[in-house]
C-alpha cells in the first residue's frame, strides 16, 4: 500500500514539474529553442560592430566592474587600498545623494554615441533654467536605454536641446555599493532614488533636475513588445516630491522601448505572474523573463534587438511650491500628467509605434 502510495505521489509530482516546465518553457519556444540561429554575417560596416561591441559593453558593465574588484583582491598587495576605498564606498562617499560627481568628460565619451544609435532621441518641450525639474520617465523597463542616452549623456545633445539644466537619472541605492561600476555611473550624473537624494538635488536651485522612472518593477512585468501599459494611478510620490520642492513635473515617454526585448509570457492569470508579484512583495523588486539576440547572432541571445527607441519629452506641468499638499491638490496634478502623457502618445503613435497592438492603458 505504501509503495503504491508513493509511486502516486511521485506521478503527481512528476506532472507538477512538467507542467511548470511547459509554463516556463514555451514563451521560449521561438527564440529559445529553436533549431535554426540566423547568425550575423561576416561581413558588417565597421561602425555597425562598434555601435554593438558598446552596447554589450554597456550591458555588463555592472558585471564586469565588481568582478574586476574581485579578481583584484585576488592580488595581496592591493588589500590596504582595496579595503580603504569599500570603506570610503560604504561608509564615508556621500555623492549618489547629492549628485556632485557627474563628469561632463564622462558624459561625451565617443562610446555614448555609438550606443545612442541604437536608441535616437527626440525633443519637443522648451525647459528654461529657472526652475528645477522632475523628469517622470515611461515606460518602467528592465534597463532604461532611452533614459541613460538622453539624461545620462550627451550622445543626443541634452545639454545644448536645454542649457543650463543639469540632469541626474535616478537608480536603486544599492546599486552604488557595487565597486567601481557605482564611480561609472556617478560620473554619468546617475545618484540614488531615496527622497533625500531628490531634494537635496533639487534644493540646489533652477536648472537641477531627476529622471525618475515612476512605474516601478511591477510596471516593468508589462513590458512587452508593441504595449504602452503604464503603472501610474496610484504613483503620487514623485508628484509631492515635485509639489514640495516646487518643481515643474516634465512627462517623458519612450516609443520603443518595451520592443527591444521579447519577454515570456506573463499574463495575470499565469502562474508565472503570481510567482514575480509574490517576490516583489518579499524582496522590493523582481525579475522580468527576458530574451533578445546574442553578440554573433540576431534570435538568441540576452542583447536588445536593433529597434529604434524614440524620446520625447513633453511639456512641463508647473506646480506651485507647499510643504503638505493635499491628496486632491496632488490628484489634480496628476490628471494634468496623465493628459500630456496621453497627448504625446496621441501625437507621435502613428509616427513612431507603427507595429503597437494596443493603445497606451493606464493600467493602475
Not at 534587438?305 to 511650491?321: C, E, F, K, L, S
Amino acid at each position: 500500500m505504501s509503495l503504491r502510495l508513493l509511486s502516486n505521489a511521485s506521478r503527481t509530482l512528476s506532472a507538477a514539474l512538467k507542467e511548470m516546465l511547459s509554463i516556463l518553457t514555451t514563451p521560449l519556444v521561438p527564440a529559445v529553442l529553436q533549431i535554426n540561429v540566423n547568425f550575423v554575417p561576416t561581413r558588417i560596416p565597421r561602425k555597425r560592430r562598434l555601435q554593438m561591441l558598446a552596447v554589450a559593453l554597456c550591458s555588463a558593465s555592472m558585471i564586469i566592474a565588481p568582478a574586476l574588484f574581485v579578481f583584484l583582491c585576488s592580488y595581496p598587495p592591493l588589500w590596504p587600498p582595496l579595503f580603504a576605498y569599500q570603506f570610503w564606498i560604504t561608509f564615508v562617499d556621500k555623492s549618489p545623494e547629492n549628485g556632485r560627481r557627474s563628469s561632463q568628460w564622462c558624459r561625451s565619451l565617443k562610446i555614448w554615441t555609438y550606443f545612442a544609435d541604437y536608441y535616437p532621441a527626440s525633443y519637443e518641450a522648451h525647459l528654461p533654467p529657472d526652475r528645477p525639474y522632475v523628469f517622470g520617465y515611461h515606460p518602467h523597463v528592465r534597463s532604461h536605454r532611452g533614459a541613460v542616452v538622453t539624461f545620462a549623456t550627451e550622445a543626443t545633445g541634452f545639454s545644448a536641446a536645454f542649457p543650463g539644466i543639469k540632469p541626474h537619472l535616478l537608480t536603486l541605492k544599492g546599486t552604488f555599493k557595487m565597486p567601481f561600476y557605482r564611480d561609472i555611473i556617478l560620473a554619468m550624473g546617475a545618484c540614488s532614488v531615496s527622497r533625500e537624494s531628490c531634494s537635496n538635488i533639487l534644493k540646489a536651485g533652477p536648472g537641477s533636475a531627476v529622471t525618475i522612472a515612476v512605474g516601478g518593477a511591477i510596471e516593468s512585468l508589462s513590458a512587452h513588445p508593441g504595449t504602452a501599459d503604464l503603472t501610474l494611478r496610484r504613483r503620487l510620490g514623485f508628484i509631492k516630491l515635485a509639489i514640495q520642492n516646487g518643481a515643474d513635473l516634465v512627462p517623458v515617454f519612450s516609443f520603443g522601448e518595451n520592443d527591444i526585448f521579447e519577454q515570456m509570457r506573463n499574463d495575470p492569470d499565469t502562474t508565472l505572474f503570481k510567482l514575480q508579484r509574490k517576490f516583489k512583495s518579499t524582496f522590493g523588486f523582481t525579475f522580468p523573463l527576458f530574451y533578445g539576440r546574442g553578440f554573433l547572432n540576431y534570435n538568441l541571445g540576452v542583447m536588445p534587438y536593433r529597434r529604434q527607441i524614440v524620446t520625447v519629452i513633453g511639456r512641463p506641468i508647473h506646480v506651485t511650491q507647499m510643504e503638505n499638499p493635499s491628496l486632491e491638490e496632488m490628484t489634480t496634478v496628476q490628471e494634468q500628467y496623465i493628459g500630456e502623457l496621453e497627448r504625446i502618445w496621441h501625437t507621435y503613435k502613428d509616427r513612431f509605434a507603427k507595429t503597437r497592438i494596443r493603445e497606451l492603458r493606464i493600467i493602475d
